[in-house]
């Protein structure tokens, strides 16, 4: 286990009041547990959330990049079925997604682990891109911090709506999911309100902005860790 001195951090702004300003996070209570982890003992799981299009894996390789830690594409875990039906724009079912959020988040708990891959030093984190559109989506995720106060979940949610997505979408090229499919992502999505592990964040912005405030919220996240 790295202790905390050699953990890296994120950048983050001067002032955590502003960044608050720009960062939503709900104000439910979180679960306590009867033994509080060291500082330098706790593991977080970093999931980058949001339909298609937002910029979950631009942002999420932005903040691999701060936290130095693991990086998961969630697109990489999808079936070849699944892959096939969205290309096809047929909107996948909670069905298709359980055995892809489950490979995904068992592959975030063996990136916390022991491995010769990491020289047996585990990481302070790990980040993965996933759109868990629904909350039952982000239940099957949180699983992985279940019983264990060590390690801890957060939900980054990059806010952005319709018309800017289908942009998005439209201007990728290679990608199996076309922009047909926003519509039917945006009709699932349940957007994080009132979940005390989520931090929503305007995606409207130039990109370097919503980097910078991301990892604004990301730091004074960490902050209440020490």
């Known amino acids: 286990m790295l202790s905390a001195g050699e953990r890296p951090q994120p950048a983050i702004g001067k002032n955590a009041a502003a960044a608050r300003t720009k960062s939503s996070l709900s104000h439910s209570p979180a679960p306590m547990w009867s033994v509080q982890p060291k500082?330098?003992?706790?593991?977080h799981i970093w999931v980058v959330t949001g339909p298609?299009?937002?910029g979950k894996s631009t942002v999420g390789r932005g903040l691999q990049a701060a936290l130095n830690v693991p990086f998961l594409e969630g697109?990489?875990?999808?079936?070849?079925?699944?892959?096939?039906?969205?290309g096809?724009?047929?909107p996948l079912t909670d069905a298709d997604r359980w055995d892809w959020l489950i490979s995904l988040r068992n592959a975030a708990i063996k990136a916390l682990s022991p491995s010769e891959e990491n020289n047996f030093h585990p990481p302070s984190g790990v980040v993965v891109a996933c759109s868990a559109l629904k909350q039952k989506y982000r239940d099957v995720m949180r699983v992985a911090a279940y019983g264990t106060p060590s390690v801890q979940i957060h939900?980054?949610?990059?806010?952005?709506?319709?018309?800017?997505?289908?942009q998005r979408v439209a201007a990728r090229q290679a990608h199996y999911m076309k922009s047909t499919m926003v519509q039917s992502q945006l009709q699932d999505l349940e957007e994080p309100?009132?979940?005390w592990d989520a931090l929503t964040i305007d995606a409207h912005v130039p990109q370097e902005q919503v980097m910078r405030e991301v990892l604004e919220a990301v730091g004074d996240k960490l902050a209440e860790y020490q």
């Open 75 to 86: 697109d990489d875990f999808h079936s070849q079925k699944n892959k096939e039906k969205m």
């Open 39 to 43: 500082p330098e003992q706790v593991q």
């Open 193 to 195: 309100q009132g979940e």
């Open 88 to 90: 096809s724009g047929i």
């Open 52 to 54: 298609a299009g937002c």
């Open 155 to 166: 939900f980054v949610y990059l806010k952005l709506d319709e018309k800017a997505l289908l």
